[in-house]
């Protein structure tokens, strides 16, 4: 059974750091691109990063330069490293792959001013 579990979430100040993970389990990671999106209260779902399996990666504009994706194949996990983080970051983050329709449940960044 595929599953996507997202952690790291929590409460920061504006200007700080946090290391979202995300574990996956099941065959098809190794060969996927991976993918962070985020949800904030009232707006849509968007597009934060990807990662494929040959360790290309893609950022929205408005974390490029704070956030940083990547992936260990080994274990099976995606990592999202933000930094310099600001109110409007604040969202559920979502963990998925995108070539399968995988998600995560979600894991909520609260960023505080």
């Known amino acids: 059974q595929v599953q996507l579990v997202e952690s790291g979430g929590g409460l920061v100040q504006a200007g700080g750091s946090l290391r979202l993970s995300c574990a996956a389990s099941?065959?098809?990671?190794?060969?996927?691109?991976m993918g962070w999106h985020r949800q904030a209260p009232g707006l849509q779902r968007e597009l934060v990063a990807t990662?494929?399996?040959?360790?290309?990666?893609t950022y929205a504009d408005s974390v490029k330069g704070r956030f940083t994706i990547s992936r260990d194949n080994d274990k099976n996990m995606v990592y999202l490293q933000m930094t310099s983080l600001k109110p409007e970051d604040t969202a559920v983050y979502y963990c998925?792959?995108?070539?399968?329709?995988?998600w995560g449940k979600g894991t909520l960044v609260t960023v505080s001013s």
């Open positions: 998925n792959a995108p070539q399968w329709g995988y």
């Open positions: 099941g065959n098809f990671f190794r060969v996927s691109t």
């Open positions: 990662i494929t399996s040959s360790i290309s990666t």
